[in-house]
């Protein structure tokens, strides 16, 4: 009985000539015969490609010459009539449980790596960002919003000096002058607001200057958001927002497109709750070496959210947007009354 044949196209690896063949299995042996070709070799030298689907099946020779296979079910058959087994991957490739599990697997890896891993990996690559480069980029940034988002604070230079003086006397871990972090703006849009770039300054507006019921709560905001930069919580969400394009832009050198869209991620970004919690902790620490009630940030936080209610929500959000208050947070805020 002869043994079971089908086609195939041999190359013999050196040019790209094209000969049809026939291809039988018989005892552990693969038998290629063509018109002006035959040769064999132990199936156990042969390098199998896995079936693909539609797409050839190659069987490759130690020399390099190969046979592609279209008949790709055709020699599967005669694989198996020889004895020969698929490795298990491969009929798990073609099992639908398998492939159910797999997918599922892979979907739960995908969440895992982006809920924790991402977060884990831009906080080390932030924390590897030379200082003079997280400057430049924040003053490269701050350039842009002025030009398109702020436009020159109307407080009084007196008042402004007096909020620069009291924020610049609260004591710190480091001695840099706190005053060095601050920049007032006017922001029709933003209405009251502060944000902290990525290395520093802090943006404080005059709408949230206004809206503070005394000194103690702007400090208290200034605190919180010099948690922020203290903890690169601004170059962390911004290496997150745009994960690819940061490393594209590193190796390439060239950063103009992460200067370009900054400013609109970093306006629009949404802190997590476990940064919003390292910046409240750093708030409440330094308020409270400083003699002031963690509680103050909380009342801002009502202020907040009660003028929230009553102003519509411009283009880019409101200080509520990007730093969600909720009832955990001032829990952890609790403290003397703020006066």
Known sequence: MNAPTVQADYYDGRSSRRQ??????????????????????????????????AAPRLA??????????????????ILAASGHREHRIVAWQFNQRAIFV????????????????????SAQLAEWVPENSARA??????????GRVFTPSKLPPERQTEIAQRFNALRTSDSQPLSDFLRFRAARRLGANAFALPAGPIILTDGIVRLAGNDDELMAVLAHELGHVHARHGLRQMIQ????????????????????????????AKYSRDLEAEADAYAAGLLREN?????????????????????????????????????????????????
């Open 20 to 53: 049809r063949v026939v291809l039988r299995l018989n005892d552990g042996w693969l038998y290629l015969q063509g018109e002006s070709i035959e040769r064999r070799a132990p199936l156990g030298e042969l390098r199998l490609s896995e079936p693909m689907g």
């Open 137 to 146: 980029l924040s003053d490269r940034v701050l350039i842009e919003l002025d």
């Open 241 to 268: 927002g745009s994960f690819v394009g940061f490393f594209v832009a590193w190796f390439a050198g060239d950063v103009s497109s992460i200067i370009a869209a900054a400013p609109a991620a970093l306006l629009e």
């Open 291 to 339: 003699g002031i009630s963690p509680r103050c940030l909380g009342d801002m936080l009502d202020s907040l959210e009660k003028a929230s209610g009553n102003t519509p929500i411009g283009d880019l959000g409101h200080y509520l947007s990007s730093h969600p208050a909720t009832e955990e947070r001032r829990a952890l805020l609790d403290g003397p009354p703020c006066h």
């Open 102 to 121: 797999a997918a599922l697997i892979c979907l739960l890896l995908g969440i895992a790596g982006y809920r924790y891993g991402l977060p884990w990996i």
């Open 60 to 77: 490759t020779f130690p020399d390099g010459a190969y046979c592609e296979i279209r008949d790709a079910e055709g020699f599967a058959q």
